[in-house]
């Protein structure tokens, strides 16, 4: 298993930008596709972003082109750069882990997007 933790939420005016880390601690992490949700208040988890262990991307419609996920395998850490940020974009942003049938999720950091 591993452990996640996400960090570099905060309050954003629109169009701002916000870098999301999370730092993985765990066996074999590079073997993961590592991947952020996010959830807001009354609405269901979606997914934002995924990357594969070897570095293909997928984003939905709603963040093309404005988020883009990475990873820095050396540092055990997955990111997410926002930008261009919308009031749609406030939710609270999960990274997670996958290989095969297991998965870990971090406990979630806060992202207001807020004039």
């Known amino acids: 298993q591993l452990q996640l933790v996400e960090s570099g939420g905060g309050l954003v005016q629109p169009g701002g930008s916000l870098k999301l880390s999370c730092a993985v601690s765990g066996i074999a992490y590079s073997v993961y596709s590592m991947a952020w949700h996010r959830q807001a208040p009354g609405k269901t988890r979606e997914l934002v972003a995924s990357?594969?262990?070897?570095?293909?991307?997928n984003y939905p419609d709603s963040v093309r082109g404005r988020f883009t996920i990475s990873r820095d395998n050396a540092k055990n850490t997955v990111y997410l750069q926002m930008n261009s940020l919308k009031p749609e974009d406030t939710a609270v942003y999960y990274c997670?882990?996958?290989?095969?049938?297991?998965?870990?999720w971090g406990q979630g950091t806060q992202v207001t997007v807020s004039s």
């Open positions: 997670k882990a996958s290989f095969l049938a297991s998965g870990s």
């Open positions: 990357i594969s262990s070897v570095g293909s991307t």
